[in-house]
């Protein structure tokens, strides 16, 4: 089965610091992976998605950018982080049309 | 285009009452359909999935059918517990297209 490991679990920056979030995935090769976040009592928000290596989609416009540097690796970054980069962040694989998706244990990203 | 559209939370019950969820669907073709769970601090997890009309999801007392007439996927259990406080999201199989989540709140 495929497991997701996301790390740190909990961060707190300074605005304008650099950011690097980094997710390895194991159990499966060329997976559809995922960022997502979540804001405070909200749903998710999707950021990038990648179909493999070097290949990146942003759905929203930000400060934030994605890399996938190997097959099973999926890096979230920025250059200055903003105060609303706040939230929770969340790694994911697409595991099929028949088996949905599998999560990280989040990121909880708080820039001061 | 597809879509889901899910209950507004939040929602707060006494230990051992019935909950339902609401989950409705804008889909092309013929997606699976999931709830997930997450608690306090943690990922999403799968709790229970179905794959076709008429499916009936099922996993640690919750339960879910796949109804097509009413292109629905509504989240029952017939008596909730403390620790079945979280936020539930529905979900297409077509990627990227989750509810807004539940949040559930058990009080004993």
């Known amino acids: 089965s495929q497991t997701i490991h996301q790390w740190p679990a909990t961060l707190v920056q300074p605005v304008g610091s650099p950011l690097s979030l980094e997710c390895t995935v194991e159990?499966?090769?060329?997976?559809?992976l995922y960022w997502y976040r979540q804001a405070a009592g909200r749903g998710l928000q999707l950021l990038f998605y990648s179909v493999g290596i070097g290949q990146i989609s942003s759905e929203v416009p930000q400060n934030l950018s994605a890399s996938r540097p190997q097959d099973r690796q999926f890096i979230l970054s920025s250059k200055k982080l903003l105060l609303s980069d706040s939230g929770f962040y969340l790694c994911?694989?697409?595991?099929?049309?028949?088996?949905?998706?599998?999560f990280g244990s989040g990121t909880r990203l708080t820039v001061v | 285009g597809d879509s889901v559209t899910q209950m507004e939370g939040p929602v707060t019950l006494s230990e051992e009452a019935f909950l339902t969820i609401n989950c409705t669907y804008t889909a092309t073709g013929y997606p699976s359909l999931f709830w997930y769970v997450q608690y306090p601090g943690e990922g999403l997890q799968l709790l229970l999935k179905?794959?076709?009309?008429?499916d009936k999801g099922s996993n640690k007392g919750f339960e879910a059918t796949y109804r097509k007439e009413t292109t629905s996927f509504h989240l029952e259990k017939g008596s909730v517990q403390v620790s079945d406080s979280a936020v539930y999201f529905c979900a297409l199989s077509n990627q990227f297209y989750f509810g807004t989540g539940t949040s559930l709140t058990v009080i004993p």
């Open positions: 159990g499966t090769s060329n997976p559809n």
């Open positions: 179905a794959t076709k009309a008429d």
């Open positions: 994911a694989c697409h595991r099929g049309t028949n088996y949905g998706y599998t």
